[in-house]
T-cell receptor, first 111, second 112 residues
Framework: QKEVEQDPGPLSVPEGAIVSLNCTYS??????FMWYRQYSRKGPELLMY????GNKEDGRFTAQVDKSSKYISLFIRDSQPSDSATYLC???????????FGSGTRLQVQP | DTAVSQTPKYLVTQMGNDKSIKCEQN?????MYWYKQDSKKFLKIMFS???????INETVPNRFSPKSPDKAHLNLHINSLELGDSAVYFC???????????FGPGTRLTVT
């Protein structure tokens, strides 16, 4: 069983929809939770990170972490065709200096 | 002004050959990484270097040898390439704790 599980999708939504992307993890030592966006044939781009449980908002993106259920979410409001990409969740703990990734969810926003 | 750069972008080679991939970062970060992304897009850590010292080596075959000549550079040399080495290799860098990592554009390696 992988340490971080993520539904691979693809997830197809109409433009303007609210998108919910989710991951679960098994290692309770993880403290940092990241979301990366990866366009086709490009490197992963850090969207945001959260430390421990709680919410973090950045524009149309909201990251949510529930450590009690080991559940990580990313919400995208007013989704745009330019949001079409693979979204990767990642986790780590203090001092580890390596990220453990989920397998990524492919998102398609239809115009 | 690219933050993390890699060369080459594409590498096609035959089984048994030896090849190198270079990475440079101009962010002033103290830690650099190599990750491998397989055909299913799964990204997995290979190596991590902090201030030129190897700190993570994740059960990678010893045909893979990383080298960090200074804090801004991390190279990956692969001996005796095998078909299973075909993947995209990403370099990344971070400062401090390692949770904010910035990735390069990747090197797509194809072994025939």
């Amino acid at each position: 069983q992988k340490e971080v599980e993520q539904d691979p999708g693809p997830l197809s939504v109409p433009e303007g929809a609210i998108v919910s992307l989710n991951c679960t993890y098994s290692n309770s030592a993880f403290q940092y939770f990241m979301w990366y966006r990866q366009y086709s044939r490009k490197g992963p781009e850090l969207l945001m990170y959260t430390y421990s449980s709680g919410n973090k908002e950045d524009g149309r993106f909201t990251a949510q972490v529930d450590k009690s259920s080991k559940y990580i979410s990313l919400f995208i409001r007013d989704s745009q065709p330019s949001d079409s990409a693979t979204y990767l969740c990642a986790t780590t703990n203090t001092g580890r200096r390596a990220l453990t990734f989920g397998s990524g969810t492919r998102l398609q926003v239809q115009p | 002004d690219t933050a993390v750069s890699q060369t080459p972008k594409y590498l096609v080679t035959q089984m048994g050959n030896d090849k190198s991939i270079k990475c440079e970062q101009n962010l002033g970060h103290d830690t650099m990484y190599w990750y491998k992304q397989d055909s299913k897009k799964f990204l997995k850590i290979m190596f991590s270097y902090n201030n030129k010292e190897l700190i993570i080596n994740e059960t990678v075959p010893n045909r893979f040898s990383p080298k960090s000549p200074d804090k801004a550079h991390l190279n990956l040399h692969i001996n005796s390439l095998e078909l299973g080495d075909s993947a995209v290799y990403f370099c990344a860098s971070s400062q401090g704790g390692g949770h904010e990592q910035y990735f390069g554009p990747g090197t797509r390696l194809t072994v025939t």
